[in-house]
DNA sequence: AGAATAGTGTCTCTCAGACATTATTTG
DNA sequence: CAAATAATGTCTGAGAGACACTATTCT
């Protein structure tokens, strides 16, 4: 029996007010994560890409090895091993989805195969835990932005409710967002837009433990 | 051409006043990380185990999964994906190693097969990272150890002085460790012995970069 | 007595977190 | 002018970081 290796790729996006993942159905009503067996002379990254769109590389999507699962048992008559890879897309840049996966919001998911349910709760334990201490938001918004959506992102990923002064004011003096040239108009007072720097430091010193 | 799929760990103990990695002499003066191919119905972590002690689990040895490296071009001539750990022992427990595998200080390593120095790179950065949000440091102690030994261990990890004063004053008021009856008399005054309590809380909150 | 190491307390300054009102636009 | 959303500043308490001397043992 032959070890095959494999990538899942767990994909998240931000609808309106609740996170997704993309699913692809499996059978009956069990879904599965985006997998693509590795071919002999691709990249584990290259395959990862590939597991959910056949155009590739879109430079925009960021992209980061997960985890290997390789428990001997955690497929049923086969010995498969999957290296897990996790990517963010904002909302503006989902193209048309080949074959038929589905978005599904986080809190309402489907029954899904083998331990790719362990696989997505670890996927947002990391995005969680990144969020906290790197600019990983930015990731799933599009290119200008307001203040309040960029809010609106971090409470939707954390699950709680955040400050809007405290926000505004350590995320700018953060200066890791620039202000565009633009507003945006909606219901009510117009929104100064905001853009991400690249050029910012991406990443806030953790607290120690010990000094 | 077939994928060859193994494990290689990367096992750090502390000697003195340095970090080590244990590695297997390879072929002139190159050196390379212990590896072991996996078996088809054995686990990832079990196969890391195997490749540096056939003693395999102490149950005291810290394990975690690292990184898989899967570049077609990594390794000329072969396809193989490593899955790679990193492993810590306290300097008592290093027992008899087989084979004619070395202990090499960090700051001397020997030309390295491959990416094993990435990969050996990768794990100093994730255990200095790991040591200011986690307990993971008395991994490389044994079970009983003085205050300054513990400041010892983090100094040479993180490669900077710490101060003596903040550094027992924040251990202490975090609970983590706590005072056993013996006392380790040396060259000076002797000094009160402590253990790690394993039902701390091993990880303390990380500052967020927002709010 | 001297050498060596263990052990201990205070102050300052920064920053996280709580909190309510005014400003601008559209219909 | 009413509804909707944007924008703004202050105070307090906790904790990080700097800093120097006393205590105990051994030879």
């Known amino acids: 029996m032959p070890i095959e290796l494999n990538v899942n790729v767990v994909i998240f996006s931000l609808c309106e007010d609740a996170l ?3 699913l692809a159905p499996k059978a009956g009503q069990i879904w599965a994560l ?18 959910f769109s056949r155009l590739a590389h879109s430079p925009e999507i960021y992209l980061e090895q997960l985890y290997t699962y390789g428990d001997p048992e955690r497929i049923p008559g086969q010995r498969a091993v999957s290296v897990v890879y996790f990517a963010l897309i904002p909302l503006d840049a989902r193209g048309a989805q080949l074959e ?8 309402k998911l489907p029954g899904l195969a083998y331990d790719h349910a362990e696989m997505i709760s670890y996927a947002l334990r990391r995005l969680r835990y990144k969020l906290e201490y790197s600019a990983v938001g930015f990731e799933l918004l ?3 932005f307001t203040l309040s959506e960029l809010q609106h ?5 954390l699950g709680e409710k955040l400050d ?3 926000f505004r004011r350590r995320i700018l003096e953060a200066g890791i967002i ?17 853009r991400y720097r690249p050029d910012a430091v991406a990443e806030v010193k953790a607290r120690r433990l010990f000094p």
Request: hydrophobic share 30%.
């Open 20 to 22: 997704q993942v993309l």
């Open 34 to 51: 985006p997998e693509k067996s590795v071919a002999a002379d691709e990249s584990l990254e290259s395959a990862a890409l590939g597991a």
């Open 100 to 107: 038929n996966m589905q978005w599904q919001r986080l809190d």
């Open 142 to 144: 599009p290119d200008e």
């Open 153 to 157: 992102t971090y409470e939707i990923i």
């Open 164 to 166: 809007k002064r405290n």
């Open 178 to 194: 620039e202000a565009t040239p633009h507003r945006r108009s909606g219901d009510g007072r117009p929104a100064q837009l905001y």
